[in-house]
């Protein structure tokens, strides 16, 4: 992944414009108790020497930020927003984090908990989170939502695309969606019924609630109802996943579904094959133009009665603003926004 320093000097100016002109506001949504505070007094030392084999970790600053134009906006270590989400969006999340407080990324991510989609969701109701960078959750979270009367604010930060993955030494190159379909409904159980070799295929799945399951769901299955598989073939995390699909039983017979961030910009690919799917590649360029068939967005998210000057919005907005949307594109996302 990329390094704080190679962005931050790229983002100062711009984010300075970005929160230029917002009035100053009382810190709210503190994530760190007066004791954490006693613990962490260093100030973040700028060098004027940038490697990228540097392994020296920064200590982040808990009274400045690179936010520090007079009668702006400035996002603290007390008053930065409590985030969550899914398993795929932390990256973002800690970028964002790293950024906007010029404090290391390894602090940055080691401040936060992402506790996955549907139960961020959660900590959002109950004001444990302030702001979620997540995948789309399941039916029963909006019906959650909807019957507790919580309200809140969901916009699309980031376009993702659920991916199908094999082992590298599998033939299979390319699958087309009715494949998929009747793969996943046990209509086709043979690897040979698709181009393959004479071996059955593990159908992995993931668990309900998932994200990737939620897209799974929606933009492939389409009502149609997936089969039942075994406890160990429906990993409980996308690490399990791709596990279980580079050498289950130490064969190359297993399928199986990921975010393409996590299968690429998160290094899990090593040992997987991406396929096709109708003969489109997924990347950058097919998922932006919508030439790959299976795209859903990630998003930024908030209750409803956040204040226009609080961190959370203030936050919310920041992420959805043309800045936002260059740090979602260096991070390896596919920006939600135009040009």
């Not at 899914?86 to 991510?109: Q, V």
């Not at 181009?195 to 159908?203: F, L």
């Amino acid at each position: 992944m990329k390094s704080f320093k190679k962005f931050a000097a790229v983002f100062l100016a711009a984010s300075m414009l970005v929160l230029a002109g917002c009035d100053s506001n009382k810190n709210t949504g503190s994530t760190k108790d007066d004791s954490d505070e006693a613990e962490k007094t260093e100030e973040v030392e700028e060098t004027e020497t940038e490697t990228e084999e540097t392994t020296e970790k920064t200590e982040p600053s808990h009274e400045t930020s690179i936010v520090m134009v007079e009668n702006t906006f400035e996002f603290t270590w007390n008053n930065f927003p409590k985030l969550d989400g899914s398993t795929s969006t932390k990256p973002m999340a800690t970028a964002i984090k790293s950024l906007l407080l010029g404090i290391d990324r390894e602090d940055a991510d080691e401040s936060m908990e992402f506790h996955k989609t549907s139960k961020s969701f959660e900590y959002l109701m109950d004001g444990t989170s302030d702001l979620l960078i997540v995948a789309q959750p399941s039916d029963e979270v909006f019906q959650m939502m909807d019957d507790a009367g919580f309200e809140y604010e969901m916009e699309p930060f980031a376009l993702e695309a659920l991916v199908f993955v094999c082992n590298v030494d599998n033939p299979v190159d390319s699958l087309t969606k009715d494949q998929i379909v009747d793969i996943y409904t046990g209509k086709i159980t043979n690897w040979k019924e698709v181009g393959g070799n004479d071996e059955p295929i593990t159908a992995v799945q993931r668990n309900h609630s998932s994200g990737s399951q939620v897209m799974m769901d929606k933009l492939v299955m389409e009502g149609e109802e997936m089969m039942e598989v075994d406890t160990e073939l429906m990993p409980a995390d996308m690490g399990e996943l791709i596990e279980v699909v580079k050498g289950y039983d130490n064969s190359a017979q297993a399928l199986g579904y990921t975010p393409y961030y996590y299968a690429t910009s998160m290094d899990m690919a090593a040992g997987l094959k991406i396929l096709q799917i109708d003969g489109v590649e997924p990347n950058n360029e097919t998922i932006k133009s919508g030439e790959y068939p299976f795209i859903n967005p990630y998003y930024v998210v908030i209750a409803a009665d956040e204040e226009p000057g609080s961190p959370a919005r203030k936050l919310y907005d920041w992420i959805l603003s043309p800045d936002g949307q260059k740090l979602t594109e260096m991070e390896g996302y596919v920006p939600a926004k135009g040009e």
